[in-house]
């Protein structure tokens, strides 16, 4: 147990390049798509196994401090005594059409019997890009693509910086080449025709057992099409990794960060996590805290608790704060894959008490705790398959109300929603995906539904379980106010492979930030579709929501809401666009709500009044007007 009158310090965790950033006047996300290793680490970054060997490799990245590229580090990959074939792969960047990448490298040592290249990924098995050693370059490519296998002799030189380049164009025409960086000199290039739909950026590397080959790579750049969010889906954030998997355990592979529990407590982001390493497994519990939910600082006197010695390992942990008092339930392994829901206490979240188990069955783990008008419900794995139902009014005596079978084993998530009065409750993994379903008592939930899968390719392509422990940003009772804005961080899990001698070795996973939205967000710019088909142009990650105002339209227009507050006499103001290429005018409907009941509204679209409206007698007013198709144009709505 830590003291708790130790000062408090902090490791603070930036992203260096490829921060987490928000758009101008933190109007929602947009992808950096930028990654130098400045972070001193490679969190966006996982490493595949491409090779044929039957015997289980490590590989061998590291970071390069001594001579980096460019700034203050560079990946670095190093030859051994074995042969080595290896996508060092990441989908934390977006892609879409028209893309490319970049990517410096340089190559030191021998610099013999080796090969380096950058690829764009539809999957493992589908990609596109180029290859170079030190005498050729040659077209790479694997699955749904045209292009021949083309190359052309060069001469790589040790020492020197060279610049990698991958795109697909709008039409799949497919461009590559290699440049000296300095001199700006192409090398070798090619081009053709590609039909993959890139979702990852992958670096590759190949060294033969009689390399001494060390190559560096810097400045991973992707520049691609317009950032489009669609409204309504579970879906990941255009940037990606909040928590990285290190450093709380001493070891550069085989370490995990997860399992964690999330809230907004007192204005600060707070969360709890799960450490693991490869040799084990559970190494207690992890603290982080933000002041933005994207940039976290992890207690540097982690682990704030380790479980009792009388059990094995420790997994997820569930964090409340009901009367001033800290609470948690987490899990705790016998022996025997026998696991149990232990409980703890806590002043501050930092120093805690252990009391034991709460629920004392056989394979109870991995609990997630709403408390909610004096009662605590709880829901966790129950017998490996299915999800348990429990209720207490103490948070500690604990009895079960419902056993819900899912078929496989699968972690739970849950949140109660405070504008609806209803409990939603999520399983995840076992191959099934993330599945929702709802309850009005907390206890018997209606049918579970598809709402997110793994990727093809990344972080989180493990299809058993690469989308798991999910955490939403609740209040300190677990309750979020409105669940159509849902921002959530799970643990990324990635396929294994390279035969690993079980999942001690796997050391991928880390914390990474998703989120689902509905509505209008104020600042976001907006596309409409027919049918209420909203896209948005950022990630509205805690963005205020425009709350009680809506557009349908017959044609797509852009629409960005700057204000909007119903009590006040100037109602709304922002901006729309009609977006369509017809070249007429289209019909724009505009629905506001939370008005004042029998007053009058006028909406002015550059200054000229285009329609009035009285509100009814639930205080919603409608508006339609025509817009023409000459550019953006302001409006605003007025009370008259």
């Known amino acids: ?69 460019d700034g203050d580090f560079s990946l670095r990959w190093s030859s051994d005594d074995k042969h080595h074939h290896w996508f060092m792969l990441s989908n934390a960047f977006y892609l879409a059409k028209p893309v490319k990448v970049t990517v410096d490298f340089r ?31 040659e077209l790479f490519k694997e699955g749904n693509t045209t292009i021949e296998h083309t190359g052309k002799e060069i001469n790589l030189l040790p020492g020197t910086i060279y610049t990698l380049s991958v795109s697909i164009l709008d039409d799949n025409l497919f461009r590559t080449e290699v440049m000296e960086k300095e001199s700006g000199r192409v090398m070798a290039g090619f081009e053709s025709y590609s039909f993959i739909a890139p979702q990852a950026v992958s670096l590759y590397v190949s060294t033969g057992n009689d390399s001494n080959t060390i190559i560096d790579f810097d400045n991973i750049a992707a520049d691609a099409a317009a950032y489009i969010m669609p409204a309504g889906k579970y879906v990941r954030s255009p940037q990606f990794v909040v928590l990285p998997r290190l450093p709380d355990v001493a070891q550069e592979q085989g370490n995990w960060v997860g399992g964690q529990s999330t809230m907004l407590d007192d204005g ?49 942990i569930s964090v409340l704060k009901v009367d001033g008092l800290y609470r948690a339930w987490y899990a ?5 894959n026998k696991w149990y829901t232990a409980y703890a206490t806590s002043e501050d979240g930092l120093s805690w008490e252990q009391h034991g188990l709460v629920i004392d069955e056989t394979y109870c783990k991995d609990a997630v705790v709403i408390y909610l008008d004096g009662i605590y419900y709880l829901y966790s794995i129950k017998d490996d398959t299915r999800i348990g139902v429990y209720t207490s009014e103490n948070g500690i005596d604990f009895i079960n109300q419902n056993t819900i079978e899912i078929g ?46 793994p990727s093809a390719v990344g972080l989180d392509d493990w299809d058993q379980a690469g989308v798991t422990y999910l955490s939403f940003i ?50 976001v710019p907006t596309r409409i579709h027919p049918g209420q088909i909203y896209k948005y142009e950022s990630f509205p990650f805690m963005v205020p929501k425009a709350e009680g105002f809506s557009v349908a339209v017959l044609r797509p227009v852009r629409i960005v809401i700057d204000s909007y507050n119903p009590d006040k006499d100037l109602v709304a103001t922002g901006r729309l666009e009609p977006i369509s290429t017809a070249p007429r005018r289209t019909q724009v409907q505009l629905k506001a709500e939370r008005l004042a009941p029998g007053k009058s509204y006028v909406l002015l679209l550059d200054n000229e009044k285009m329609a009035e409206s009285l509100a009814d007698f639930n205080g919603t007013a409608f508006f339609t007007i025509p817009v023409q198709q000459d550019g953006e144009k302001s409006f605003r709505l007025l009370r008259k």
């Open 107 to 137: 190559v030191s040592g021998e610099a013999q019997d080796f090969e380096a290249g950058l690829l764009l990924m539809q999957s493992k098995v589908e990609y596109a890009g180029i290859k170079v050693s030190n005498k050729r370059a």
């Open 332 to 336: 705790v392994d016998t022996g025997d």
């Open 1 to 69: 147990m830590k003291n708790p009158v130790i000062l408090l310090t902090w490791v603070v965790l930036l992203s260096g390049i490829h921060m987490l950033a928000l758009a101008a006047d933190n109007k929602g996300l947009l992808p950096v798509n930028r990654d130098g290793f400045e972070t001193g680490d490679w969190r966006n970054f996982r490493p595949h196994y491409a090779g044929n060997a039957t015997d289980w490799i490590r590989p061998n990245f590291s970071i390069n401090q001594v001579d980096p590229i």
């Open 268 to 316: 600060e982001f707070k969360m709890w996590y799960r450490i693991r390493d490869n040799q084990v497994r559970g190494r207690g519990y992890g603290y982080a805290r933000s002041s933005d939910g994207l940039n976290w600082e992890k207690y540097e006197q982690n682990p704030i608790f380790t479980h009792h010695p009388d059990y094995l390992s420790n997994e997820k």
């Open 408 to 453: 496989v084993h699968a972690h739970v998530a849950a949140f109660y929603d405070k504008s609806t009065g209803l409990f939603h409750l999520y399983s995840t993994a076992g191959y099934n995906g993330v599945n929702h379903a709802i309850s009005t008592n907390g206890i018997d939930f209606g049918f579970f539904t598809n709402v997110m899968n």
């Open 474 to 523: 609740t209040d300190a009772h677990g309750h979020v106010g409105n669940a159509s804005s849902l921002p959530f961080y799970y643990q990324a899990r990635n396929h294994w492979d390279n035969n690993i001698p079980g999942w001690r070795f796997h050391g991928g996973e880390r914390v990474v930030l998703g989120g689902k939205y509905e509505g209008l967000y104020l600042g």
